[in-house]
């Protein structure tokens, strides 16, 4: 797919503030007809710049009131020991995310959960457990201040 033009970055733009949006909607904003839309849409999807679609939910209705970030530092940095942290801290419904970082540590973790109960709780039969852990330092949200998904588009 060639470069992204201004239109594609607008329908990007528009995406990813509703999801939901349909190509007629679209359409109607940008002054186009739905075919093109539908077209550009496909071709951005084909191309790997529209990933998935989803749906944000709002953790605190759920009962999700604590989230934390871990930061992991491994014991042995092989590759082998790399890969399979990855691939066991990626089955772990807590953690919504996962960083291979630079610095003091090796990984940031977000993990979201009930409460201080269950954080604990994953953290001594969950995290802890994974091979190859060195040690884990928890930093606790007391506020978010800012949470965005959107990717700026210029």
Not at 110 to 137: P, R, S, W
Request: charged letters at 30%; a negative charge.
């Amino acid at each position: 797919m060639k470069a992204l033009d201004a239109i594609d970055r607008r329908i990007l733009t528009m995406l990813q503030d509703n999801g939901k949006a349909t190509n007629k909607e679209i359409a109607s904003v940008l002054g186009m007809s739905i075919t093109p839309i539908y077209e550009r849409i496909k071709k951005m999807e084909d191309a790997g710049y529209i990933k998935k679609y989803t749906t944000v939910v709002d953790k605190d209705m759920l009962g999700y009131h604590l989230m934390a970030f871990c930061n992991v530092r491994l014991k042995e940095h092989t590759k082998e020991y790399l890969e399979r942290f990855e691939e066991q801290v990626a089955e772990l419904p807590e953690v919504s995310e996962c960083y291979h970082v630079a610095g003091n540590f090796d990984y940031l973790l977000k993990v979201t959960v009930v409460d201080m109960e269950v954080y604990h709780f994953f953290i001594t039969t969950k995290l802890a457990t994974l091979d190859n852990i060195g040690h884990v330092q928890s930093s606790f949200v007391m506020k978010e201040v800012k949470w965005e998904i959107n990717v700026p588009i210029e």
